[in-house]
């Protein structure tokens, strides 16, 4: 499932982030990257353990916390600190399948990446080039966001970012760990509530229907969920 979040910043948000980034130490991406996608990657990258990293990684972990769209969507379990990236002057990084596990340097904390979402940061008149381009089983989809926007998809899919050809695209990019690990089962899990929503919304929460088929929500999640 590829899904957009709208507004998961908001203006302001997106503007007390960019001041903070663009003050910021950037380095070359390829720092956290194995020797595959280092073939292909070529952006910069705030550093991991930067207190710039950690104050934003802050602000998009809130925003997402209070989104209801992404909960019922991702099911999170956990969600790998937030980075930030940035391509200008032709960078791009070309097709490639994220890493399935992210280990925290210096700890034993790892996130299954099931989920790989991005951020989008700049207006997107302020650049050309930059879309996200992910594969799915219906062809490919391209993405460019307003800046506060952002696009979640499963981690699984082959996705690259285009040549930024004229001014700086800067976003952040997290992995989430759900609690439903297969796709196909949490799209019919976000399907099942979102109908439920939209019916309750209709009838009333109350309406006896909507009371079974919440339980049933409930119960499918219980089988599947591992928390
Ligand atoms: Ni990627």
């Not at 993405?143 to 930024?164: E, W």
Request: with cysteine; glycine share 8%; aromatic share 8%.
């Amino acid at each position: 499932m590829l899904l957009p979040i709208p507004g998961l910043l908001h203006a302001e948000e997106v503007s007390s982030l960019r001041a903070l980034l663009d003050a910021a130490m950037w380095e070359d991406g390829s720092a956290t990257t194995g020797p595959q996608a280092r073939l292909v990657k070529n952006n910069r990258q705030l550093p991991e353990d930067s207190e710039a990293a950690r104050e934003g990684g802050r602000v998009i972990l809130g925003a997402l916390a209070a989104n209801p769209l992404f909960i019922a969507a991702a099911l999170p379990n956990r969600i790998y600190p937030p980075m930030f990236n940035s391509y200008a002057g032709g960078q791009t990084y070309g097709l490639h399948v994220d890493n399935a596990m992210r280990l925290r340097a210096g700890t034993d904390w790892r996130v299954r990446c099931d989920l790989s979402m991005t951020v989008f940061l700049e207006d997107p008149d302020a650049y050309d080039g930059g879309e996200l381009v992910i594969e799915t089983r219906f062809g490919a989809q391209t993405v460019k966001l307003a800046a506060g926007d952002a696009v979640l998809y499963p981690s699984s899919s082959l996705h690259m970012v285009q040549p930024v050809t004229r001014g700086r695209r800067v976003a952040s990019f997290l992995w989430v760990q759900s609690m439903v690990r297969d796709d196909a089962s949490r799209a019919n899990l976000f399907e099942l509530d979102q109908a439920i929503q939209t019916l309750a919304g209709q009838v009333g929460q109350g309406d006896q229907a909507i009371v079974r088929l919440t339980g049933v929500y409930h119960n499918l999640l219980r089988q599947w969920a591992e928390a």
